[in-house]
């Protein structure tokens, strides 16, 4: 599965392609309900993609360098496991856009490339579904995003005022 992953990377059509892919992969290992991906801007974290665009529109930005999730999982780079509506509630300050949706746990894994994190895979689905394998199956797929996120990174600091 991270072998054909890998594979399409060197496909035209990136990164929109591979994140495609990426998203069936995560729905088949792990499961969720709503995947998106963001990339690091300082303390903020702009979405690069979203299987709910409609809700998460692909280049929302918001600020989460500052919070005790962005210490967690941006700074000390370990993974959220969100196992139920209270860890929501702590983690997010739209938990309850996500309740609304019926998404009450959640798996954030750092991206990490040359001990900085620059972006996270981001699952959501209903209360109680994620537990510790989760998180295990799921970490292996973030050093994949490495190229997207450093192009991602590169192109939002040269269309910035």
Request: proline share 6%; no cysteine; hydrophobic share 45%.
């Amino acid at each position: 599965m991270i072998e054909d992953l890998i594979e399409l990377l060197a496909e035209p059509g990136q990164p929109n392609f591979f994140y495609d892919a990426l998203d069936a992969a995560l729905a088949g290992r792990v499961g969720h309900k709503l995947l998106t991906l963001l990339y690091t801007d300082g303390d903020e974290v702009a979405r690069v993609y979203s299987n709910m665009p409609d809700v998460y529109p692909v280049f929302g930005r918001k600020p989460m360098g500052a919070t005790p999730w962005g210490d967690l999982v941006l700074k000390r780079q370990r993974p959220f496991l969100g196992r139920d509506r209270e860890a929501i509630k702590w983690a997010f300050f739209d938990h309850k856009l996500i309740a609304s949706l019926g998404l009450n746990s959640a798996i954030n894994i750092p991206v990490i490339y040359d001990g900085e994190t620059i972006g996270t895979i981001n699952l959501l689905h209903e209360e109680f579904f994620y537990e510790e394998k989760h998180v295990e199956i799921a970490r292996k797929f973030a050093p994949l995003l490495i190229p997207a996120f450093l192009e991602a990174r590169r192109a939002g600091s040269t269309t910035k005022a």
